[in-house]
């Protein structure tokens, strides 16, 4: 069983930065694929990013591509999502998720979350 845990959410205006940080515990964490999603109010949880193991490939959702950063360190079972020139439609709770398998693009496809943190972006 692993337990995610999120940091780093808050509130920043519009153009700001953030970074958000995901702990885990009781796997082996270098074999997890790593993902941030996140859900607005009213809406579907959705994909944000993605790391595999190795931490050699990333995946982006087009409207976080540019402005967004995955990044793991597996000595520390941690992975980061660095947030930069956010924007208010950013708003929402973001979640660590993880998977055994290689690819996380979609919620379905996550074996463990994190009880996400709330990022709010004022204009």
């Known amino acids: 069983q692993v337990q995610l845990v999120e940091s780093g959410g808050g509130w920043v205006q519009a153009g700001g930065s953030l970074r958000l940080s995901c702990t885990a515990s009781?796997?082996?964490?270098?074999?997890?694929?790593m993902a941030w999603f996140r859900q607005a109010p009213g809406k579907e949880r959705e994909f944000a990013a993605s790391?595999?193991?190795?931490?050699?490939?990333?995946f982006y959702a087009d409207s976080v591509k540019g402005r967004f950063t995955i990044s793991r360190d597996n000595a520390k079972n941690t992975v980061y999502l660095q947030m930069n020139s956010l924007k208010p439609e950013d708003t929402a709770v973001y979640y660590c998720?993880?998977?055994?398998?290689?690819?996380?693009?979609?919620?379905?496809?996550?074996?463990?979350w994190g009880q996400g943190t709330q990022v709010t972006v004022s204009s």
């Open positions: 998720a993880a998977t055994t398998y290689l690819t996380l693009l979609k919620p379905a496809s996550a074996n463990y």
């Open positions: 009781g796997g082996s964490f270098r074999s997890y694929t």
């Open positions: 790391i595999r193991g190795s931490g050699g490939s990333t």
